[in-house]
């Protein structure tokens, strides 16, 4: 299983962008789906997760300025952030739930400054 993400990149404090995490190699359905972020000196934490029902998980720090979503005909989540802040500035990683254990993504920059 591979997963491939894609949409990173510098954005100025209140705009928006779209990540995307497409997995690869798969031979039946993805459980879980989530994306996880990682600044400098800090842990990684979650930023959202959403089950193979539909149901989400947020951090704390995201809530009504990120929304996650799947196409499962794709095998792709997305990540859509709004109103972004200087402090989302981070690493973000998709992972997946599959076969009874996780997959990383290989991490793409979010940088938000002015």
């Known amino acids: 299983v591979q997963l491939q993400a894609s949409g990173g990149g510098l954005v100025q404090p209140g705009g928006s962008l779209r990540l995307s995490c497409a997995a690869f190699g798969l031979l039946f359905s993805i459980n879980g789906m989530a994306w996880y972020r990682q600044a400098p000196g800090n842990e990684r934490e979650l930023v959202i997760q959403?089950?193979?029902?539909?149901?989400?998980i947020y951090g704390d720090s995201v809530k009504g300025r990120f929304t996650i979503s799947r196409d499962n005909a794709k095998n792709t989540v997305y990540l859509q952030m709004n109103s972004l802040e200087p402090e989302d500035t981070a690493i973000y990683y998709c992972?997946?739930?599959?076969?009874?254990?996780?997959?990383w993504g290989q991490g793409t920059q979010v940088t938000v400054s002015s």
């Open positions: 959403i089950s193979s029902g539909g149901s989400r």
């Open positions: 992972s997946v739930y599959y076969s009874g254990r996780f997959y």
